[in-house]
């Protein structure tokens, strides 16, 4: 167990609708990171976020949105959902010490379903 | 060409064998580097991470950077059907997000 928790486990919904897929860090992380993992493209960054403020963009779309909250909770928003947006969605932690290398600690993932 | 590029393979090997899982890298000021196993619909573990050039052991585990070619592998020293998953390679590319190779599937055969 990484200590990093993800709600929901599984996520099932239809194209167009919108979800939101929440990430609770270990404790004392700072930082949170969201990746999507596709068969076809892999484990991809798509946001990181340091303290509630953002910090790195990789390749997320614009439908997609994330906020960290005082609490350093995480939701990652994806809206006018496609066929395509069906993956897992990984949320990880890292404490940040700004000195060199973060380990990243993985969460179990959510399951996206999309009908 | 890929930041990380990583044979998917499948690989299977007998019980008790030495798996030696490789990735190649496109930047030499790529530091940083991580193997992280991936059992089926879990998330990714931190195996091991290693800065710059040399060697790292950890059990039966060993990762090791070479940096004059670019390659970074990880040995797996008498094999388990435990060890049976999936092993990416990662690096941290300086935009303070990992890059994933695509992976390599593991299967030890009792």
């Known amino acids: 167990d990484s200590g990093v928790t993800q709600t929901p486990k599984h996520l099932i919904t239809a194209t167009g609708q919108r979800v939101t897929l929440r990430c609770s860090p270990r404790?004392?992380?700072?930082?949170v990171y969201w990746y999507q993992q596709s068969l076809d493209q892999g484990l991809q960054f798509l946001i990181q976020?340091?303290?509630?403020?953002?910090?790195a963009k990789g390749n997320i779309l614009e439908r997609f949105s994330a906020q960290q909250f005082p609490d350093l909770h995480s939701e990652l928003n994806l809206s006018s959902l496609e066929l395509g947006d069906s993956a897992l969605y990984f949320c990880?932690?890292?404490?940040?010490?700004?000195?060199?290398?973060?380990?990243?600690?993985f969460g179990p993932g959510t399951r996206l379903l999309v009908l | 060409q890929k930041e990380v590029e990583q044979d998917p393979g499948p690989l299977s090997v007998p019980e008790g064998a030495i798996v030696s899982l490789n990735c190649t890298y496109s930047?030499?000021?790529?530091?940083?580097f991580m193997w992280y196993r991936q059992y089926s619909r879990k998330g990714p573990e931190l195996l091991m991470y290693?800065?710059?050039?040399g060697n790292k052991e950890d059990g039966r585990f060993t990762a090791q950077v070479d940096k004059s070619s670019k390659y970074i592998s990880l040995f797996i020293r008498d094999s388990q059907p435990s060890d049976s998953a999936t092993y990416l390679c990662?690096?941290?590319?300086?935009?303070?997000?990992?890059?994933f190779g695509s992976g390599t599937r593991l299967q030890v055969q009792p």
């Open positions: 976020y340091y303290n509630g403020e953002e910090r």
């Open positions: 990880a932690s890292s404490v940040d010490s700004r000195g060199g290398e973060e380990t990243q600690y």
């Open positions: 990662a690096t941290d590319t300086g935009r303070r997000a990992l890059t």
């Open positions: 930047n030499s000021a790529f530091q940083y």
């Open positions: 290693t800065y710059s050039s």
């Open positions: 404790s004392g992380d700072l930082s």
